[in-house]
C-alpha cells in the first residue's frame, strides 16, 4: 500500500460499490450510448487519467495509438498506477482502478480528478466495456502487468513481467472495444480523434499528445503547444485580420475555493463572435456561471475604460455585451474541483460560486493589458464603438421597415419562378447566377416541382456587412422571401417551401465565388437549413463533345478525355463557360433532369471549423477560395 493510498482513503473515496455488470446491462448510462459517440468516450476516459497524472506535474508525454485491429494503446511517462495491495478491497490497487466503480471522481489521493467532467465514470468502466483490456506499470523498476478477458474478468492477478529502467515511471493501457457492446462497430475516427487530442492540448499547455492512427495509410501527429489557450485563439483567428497582435491572456487562481481561470481573447476585423468556454477539458456549449463572470468583467471593464478616457461620454452611450462581442475570439477555461453542470445537454455549469471567481480575476487582467497596451485597447474601443452605432441606426431601421418586414414571408418576389407544387418535400428551388442563365433555367425546367430565381450580380458579402446591411439587399430578400422559413432566430423549417436548394453558378472562378458567398449566407443565417440537409450544389458539365448525332457532356477533364477516345477523331468540342451559354434543352439534359444530374449536398460537420473556412474564403485572396470549393467543404458525392 503507498503512502498517499493508506493516509487518505475513506469510506467516501469509494461511492458506490457495484459490479461491472452492471455496466454492461446498461452502458448508455456510463457513457451515455454505444455508437460512434459512447465508443470514442473509452479513449477519453483513459486519456483523461493521464492528463490527470500530467496536470498533477507528474507527466509530460502522453502516446495514443489506434491500430488497423481497433486496439487503442494510451501510454504516459507519470509515476505508474499505484501496484500495492489496496486495504479496502485486497487486490492490488491497479485492479482496483480496473474493477471498482466508483462513481465520485476523488478516487486516488492528493489531486483532485480534472479532466472529464460529464460522465467521468473511470477506468473501470472502459475495462468493462472493453472484449479484452490490459495494463502495464513501470515503478520501482519493475514492469507490472495484467489482463482483463470479457467484460473486466481478471485473468491472472497483476504480475511482474520484466526490469525497467529504474529511473522511469509511467503507465500503459491497451483495450479492445467489446462488438457485442458496440453493435455499430468498434473503429474510430481519424477525424474525432485528432480534433480532440488537438484540442485537449491546447487546453492544457505543455502537454505533449503524440496520435498515432494505424488503418490504412499511418498517420502520426504531436500536438504540444507551449502557449496553450493564447496560441488556440490565434489558431481559431489564424484566417482573419486580426485588430491587435498580442492576444489578451490571464490566469489566476482562487484559493478559497481551488477554482483555476484561464482565459485568452483577440478581436478581429469581422462582425461575428466565437466564445468557447471549457470545464475540466469539457467544452460548455450551453456556456454558464463562468461565462457569465466573464460577460460581466469585459462589459465592466471595457465601459470603464472607454469613460475614463473619454472614447465615450454620456450613460446613454453606453456599450452592450453585442457590441462587445463584435469580432470578439475568447476561450474561457476554468478548472474547478466539484463542478456541477445543468442544463439540456447537462453542458451547462452551474457553480454560482464561479461567477465571481471568473469576474474578479479576469476584470484585474483585462484594466492591466488595456493599461499596458494603449493602441491596443483604443483599436478594441473603436470597434466596440462603430458597433454600438451600427446597432442603434439597426434599430431605426427596423422600426422604419417594421411593416413590410423583409423577415416575413409577404409576397413572393417578382424574379421568381415558381413550380406548381405546394408539396415542400418534392419541390426545388434553383438559385442561378445571372439572367440569361436564370432565362435557360426557366425554359428547360419542369415546373410542377422545380422553382428558379435568378440572381443578378453579386451578393452582398456577408462577412464583411452588418445585419441590417444584409437585409437591405435585394438579392437577399428574394431569397428568405422565397424559402418561406423566416431567417436568423426565427426559423422555422416547417415553413420551408422547398427541400432542395440547388446553387447553380458558372464553373469557374466568379462562379465559385458566388457559391461560397451564397454558403456563406446560409451558413451565418440559415444555419438548419444547411444542417437538414437541403442545400445542393449543381454540377453542370464542363464540355460538350459531339460526333453527328452523338452527344456527349463530361462534367470533369477526364471525362473528357475519355469521350475524346471514345469518338477517336472528327469530333466537335465545346466548352462551356458559363450556364448561359446552354440552351433549355441542355440545360435540362445536363444539369436539371433529376435522371441524369449530379447534385452535391452541402454539409457542415464541424461549425468551429466551417467558421473558419468561411473567413478564409472571404479573404482577397482567390486560390485558398477556389481550392476550398473544390476540396475542403464537406460535401458528399450524390447521384441524385
Ligand atoms: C494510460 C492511462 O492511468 N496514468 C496514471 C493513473 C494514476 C496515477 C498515475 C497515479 C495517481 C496517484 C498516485 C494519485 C492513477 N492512480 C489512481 C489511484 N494512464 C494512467 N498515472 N500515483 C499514481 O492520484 O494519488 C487512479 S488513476 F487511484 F490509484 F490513485
Redesign the pocket.
Known amino acids: 500500500m503507498s503512502k498517499?493510498?493508506a493516509e487518505h482513503y475513506t469510506a467516501d473515496d469509494i461511492q458506490v460499490l457495484e459490479g461491472l455488470e452492471a455496466v454492461r446491462v446498461r452502458p448508455g448510462m456510463y457513457i451515455g450510448s454505444t455508437s460512434s459517440k459512447g465508443l470514442h468516450h473509452l479513449v477519453w476516459e483513459?486519456v483523461d487519467?493521464?492528463i490527470d497524472?500530467a496536470l498533477?506535474g507528474?507527466?509530460s508525454t502522453i502516446y495514443v495509438t489506434v491500430d488497423k485491429d481497433d486496439v487503442v494503446t494510451?501510454?504516459?511517462d507519470?509515476?505508474?498506477?499505484?501496484v500495492a495491495i489496496h486495504e479496502k478491497t485486497g487486490i492490488s490497487?491497479v485492479e482496483t482502478?480496473f474493477t471498482v466503480l466508483h462513481a465520485g471522481g476523488k478516487?486516488?489521493?492528493?489531486?483532485y480528478k480534472v479532466s472529464g467532467g460529464l460522465h467521468g465514470v473511470g477506468?473501470s468502466v472502459v475495462n468493462a466495456l472493453s472484449e479484452w483490456l490490459e495494463v502495464k506499470v513501470c515503478r520501482d523498476g519493475n514492469i507490472y502487468f495484467v489482463r482483463f478477458e470479457n467484460g473486466g474478468h481478471t485473468k491472472e492477478p497483476l504480475k511482474i513481467i520484466g526490469k525497467c529502467d529504474p529511473e522511469f515511471t509511467g503507465?500503459?493501457?491497451r483495450f479492445k472495444a467489446d462488438p457485442e457492446i458496440f453493435k455499430e462497430g468498434t473503429a474510430y475516427d481519424y477525424q474525432t480523434l485528432y480534433e480532440r487530442f488537438r484540442q485537449i492540448a491546447f487546453l492544457n499547455k505543455g502537454i505533449k499528445i503524440v496520435y498515432r492512427y494505424e488503418k490504412g495509410e499511418v498517420k502520426e501527429h504531436t500536438f504540444c503547444y507551449t502557449g496553450g489557450l493564447k496560441e488556440y485563439v490565434a489558431f481559431l483567428n489564424r484566417n482573419k485580420n486580426v485588430l491587435h497582435e498580442d492576444i489578451i491572456y490571464v490566469e489566476g487562481l482562487d484559493e478559497e475555493t481551488n477554482i483555476s481561470v484561464e482565459i485568452a481573447l483577440q478581436y478581429n476585423d469581422t462582425y461575428v463572435s466565437n466564445i468557447y468556454s471549457f470545464c475540466n477539458n469539457i467544452n460548455t456549449i450551453e456556456g454558464g456561471t463562468h461565462e457569465e463572470g466573464f460577460r460581466a468583467a469585459i462589459n465592466r471593464v471595457i465601459n470603464k475604460y472607454a469613460r475614463d478616457n473619454n472614447f465615450i461620454k454620456k450613460e446613454e452611450d453606453s456599450l452592450q455585451t453585442d457590441d462587445i462581442k463584435e469580432g470578439l475570439t475568447a476561450i474561457i477555461s476554468i478548472k474547478h474541483p466539484n463542478p456541477q453542470y445543468e442544463g439540456q445537454t447537462k453542458s451547462k455549469l452551474g457553480n454560482a460560486e464561479v461567477r465571481k471567481v471568473v469576474s474578479d480575476i479576469f476584470s484585474q487582467g483585462l484594466s492591466r493589458f488595456l493599461l499596458e497596451h494603449p493602441n491596443d485597447a483604443k483599436e478594441i474601443i473603436e470597434k466596440t464603438i462603430t458597433a454600438s452605432k451600427a446597432r442603434i441606426a439597426a434599430r431605426k431601421a427596423r422600426e422604419l421597415t417594421r411593416r413590410k418586414n423583409a423577415l416575413e414571408v409577404s409576397s413572393l418576389p417578382g424574379k421568381l419562378a415558381d413550380c406548381s407544387s405546394k408539396d415542400a418535400s418534392i419541390s426545388e428551388i434553383y438559385i442561378v447566377e445571372g439572367n440569361s442563365a436564370g432565362g435557360s433555367a426557366k425554359g428547360g425546367r419542369d415546373s410542377t416541382f422545380q422553382a428558379i430565381l435568378p440572381l443578378r450580380g453579386k451578393i452582398l458579402n456577408v462577412e464583411k456587412a452588418r445585419l441590417h446591411r444584409i437585409f437591405d439587399n435585394a438579392e437577399i430578400r428574394s431569397m428568405i422571401t422565397a424559402f418561406g422559413c423566416g431567417v436568423g432566430d426565427e426559423i422555422d423549417l416547417s415553413k420551408l417551401r422547398y427541400h432542395k436548394i440547388v446553387i447553380m453558378t458558372d464553373a469557374d472562378v466568379d462562379g465559385a465565388h458566388i457559391c461560397t458567398l451564397m454558403l456563406t449566407f446560409l451558413y451565418r443565417y440559415l444555419r438548419p437549413v444547411i444542417e437538414g440537409g437541403y442545400v445542393y450544389i449543381a454540377m453542370p458539365p464542363l464540355y460538350k463533345i459531339q460526333k453527328g448525332n452523338a452527344i456527349r457532356y463530361a462534367y470533369t477533364d477526364i471525362e473528357c478525355e475519355e469521350y475524346k477516345k471514345e469518338f477517336v477523331n472528327n469530333y466537335k468540342i465545346q466548352r462551356y463557360k458559363g450556364l448561359g451559354e446552354m440552351n433549355p434543352e441542355q440545360l435540362w439534359e445536363t444539369t436539371l433532369d433529376p435522371k441524369v444530374r449530379t447534385l452535391k449536398q452541402v454539409t457542415i460537420e464541424d461549425a468551429m471549423d466551417a467558421d473558419n473556412a468561411f473567413s478564409m474564403l472571404m479573404g482577397d485572396e482567390v486560390e485558398p477560395r477556389r481550392n476550398f470549393i473544390i476540396e475542403n467543404a464537406h460535401y458528399a458525392n450524390l447521384d441524385i
Open positions: 498517499i493510498d483513459i487519467n493521464s497524472e498533477a507528474f507527466a494510451v501510454r504516459d507519470g509515476r505508474g498506477m499505484p490497487t482502478i478516487f486516488g489521493g492528493g489531486a477506468a503507465s500503459e493501457v
